[in-house]
């Protein structure tokens, strides 16, 4: 079945570091890919989205690209901000409804 | 805009209570999704309606029913609340007429859920 692997965190970074959150993923014919964010008691909302290989998503900074040759979707950001601070969630869509998520990847970056 | 609505924001229950768990959206999209989110879990899918009408087993669906009561509204119950089912519930939904992967799904914001 699918699956996606990220690491869980905590990541902890300086403001104005540079951010690398890994994702690789497991699944049959060709996913659709996402990038989530979940700030603090809230719900999770799209960051990006890629859709077929070598497609870059992109938004507020952050980009990631499709990678089929190494099943990969690393999410990066090139000056991290306090309010970037959140729960990053990788995932992946393989057909109708079958969406699977990673565990996410807390990101905490301080002044 | 509202976009995906849940109630209640958090609950309290006793074991062997039964609750449900509401959710609305109102952007009249065709599939909506219940997970639940634990600790070092992710998010796993509880039940999901591809349409309304319809509804589907999904990763852990044992102690809990849905419903699919229109187009907007699609609620989660608990016959009878175990420890087990203190969790982080989310509510979503997604334009995913035809089988259409490349549409995001909408949170709400979740319940939070404690069973004694």
């Known amino acids: 079945g699918n699956s996606v692997t990220q690491m869980e965190g905590p990541v902890t970074l300086s403001e104005e570091a540079f951010l690398t959150i890994n994702c690789t993923y497991t699944a049959t014919g060709y996913p659709s890919l996402f990038w989530y964010v979940q700030y603090p008691g809230e719900g999770l909302q799209l960051l990006l989205k890629a859709t077929k290989a070598d497609d870059k998503g992109s938004n507020k900074g952050f980009e990631a690209t499709y990678r089929k040759e190494t099943t990969s979707f690393h999410l990066e950001k090139g000056s991290v901000q306090v309010s970037d601070s959140a729960v990053y969630f990788c995932?992946?869509?393989?057909?109708?409804?079958?969406?699977?998520f990673g565990i996410g990847t807390k990101l905490q970056v301080i002044p | 805009n509202a976009g995906v609505t849940q109630t209640p924001k958090f609950q309290v229950l006793k074991t062997g209570q039964s609750m449900t768990l509401q959710c609305a959206q109102d952007?009249?999209?065709?599939?909506m999704y219940w997970y639940r989110q634990d600790p070092g879990m992710g998010l796993r899918l509880i039940y999901y309606s591809a349409s309304e009408g319809t509804t589907d087993k999904g990763e852990v669906p044992n102690g809990y029913n849905v419903s699919r009561l229109n187009k907007r509204e699609f609620s989660l119950r608990l016959e009878s609340a175990a420890p087990s089912q203190t969790s982080v519930y989310f509510c979503?939904?997604?334009?995913?007429?035809?089988?259409?992967?490349?549409?995001?799904?909408?949170f709400g914001d979740g319940t939070r859920l404690s069973i004694l």
């Open positions: 952007m009249n999209h065709n599939s």
């Open positions: 995932a992946l869509s393989g057909g109708y409804q079958k969406v699977t």
């Open positions: 979503a939904s997604s334009d995913s007429l035809g089988g259409n992967s490349n549409q995001p799904q909408h």
